[in-house]
Nanobody, 124 residues
Framework: QVQLVESGGGLVQAGGSLRLSCAASVRTFSSSYAWGWFRQAPGKEREVVAAITWSGGSTAYADSVKGRFTISRDTAKNTVYLQMSSLEPEDTAVYYC????????????????WGQGTQVTVSS
């Protein structure tokens, strides 16, 4: 059973930065897996923020975070990161990482494994 554990959330002022981490419990992930970062604000649906293939060859971002967020992975540490810069109050949400076998997807329902989430709060 794969377990994903997020960390790095917190409270930050607008314009600040945070780096989220997502560590997987398994020793290795095959290059056939894709990872995604999602977020869910109160009263809103869960939405994709960024996604990456385990090989690192393909990344994708939501329009709202392009140029501000960067997704990356460290295969040696089985960890995926989300570097967030120029944070805005609208980025306030619980952030989740997820993994699925296959290509990246923007649909939460296509991911098989989820972390517990980490809160990000951006104050104005």
């Amino acid at each position: 059973q794969v377990q994903l554990v997020e960390s790095g959330g917190g409270l930050v002022q607008a314009g600040g930065s945070l780096r989220l981490s997502c560590a997987a419990s398994v020793r290795t992930f095959s290059s056939s897996y894709a990872w995604g970062w999602f977020r869910q604000a109160p009263g809103k649906e869960r939405e994709v923020v960024a996604a990456i293939t385990w090989s690192g060859g393909s990344t994708a971002y939501a329009d709202s975070v392009k140029g501000r967020f960067t997704i990356s992975r460290d295969t040696a540490k089985n960890t995926v990161y989300l570097q967030m810069s120029s944070l805005e109050p609208e980025d306030t949400a619980v952030y989740y990482c997820a993994a699925r076998y296959g290509h990246t997807s923007s649909q939460p329902g296509r991911y098989n494994y989820w972390g517990q989430g980490t809160q990000v709060t951006v104050s104005s």
